[in-house]
């Protein structure tokens, strides 16, 4: 299990492998930050609410239960204004 830590440790996650394929957990802390992609990220916000950016879009807010996607290759803006969790899918 691999321990990933961005922001100064305002954005942490764990690395796993799931029935749906590679995945990372994670804990978004309030602040407003930038990622960049490599593949298709499928984004499942599992508590909390999040803002978010998605390329040529506005602002969205996501809420628990809710999920987006982000293209590979691809940056996007997220804004939490709260501890925000979500569970993140990876495609092959």
Same mark, same amino acid.
């Given at each position: 299990?691999?321990?990933?830590?961005?922001?100064? @440790?305002?954005?942490?996650?764990?690395? &796993?492998?799931?029935?749906n394929?590679?995945?990372?957990? @994670?804990?978004?802390?309030? @602040?407003?930050? !930038?990622?960049?992609?490599v593949?298709?990220?499928?984004?499942?916000?599992?508590?909390?609410?999040?803002?978010?950016? &998605?390329?040529?879009?506005?602002?969205? &807010?996501?809420?628990?239960?809710?999920?987006?996607?982000?293209? !590979?290759? &691809?940056?996007?803006?997220?804004?939490?204004?709260?501890?925000?969790?979500?569970?993140?899918?990876?495609?092959?």
């Amino acid at each position: 299990m691999k321990h990933n830590v961005y922001f100064e @440790g305002n954005v942490q996650s764990l690395s &796993l492998h799931t029935e749906n394929g590679e995945a990372t957990i @994670g804990v978004i802390t309030p @602040g407003k930050y !930038a990622f960049s992609t490599v593949t298709e990220e499928r984004m499942v916000i599992t508590s909390g609410t999040l803002n978010v950016k &998605l390329p040529g879009d506005e602002w969205k &807010l996501f809420q628990t239960n809710q999920e987006f996607i982000v293209k !590979a290759n &691809l940056s996007f803006e997220v804004e939490a204004s709260q501890d925000v969790a979500y569970i993140c899918y990876y495609s092959a």
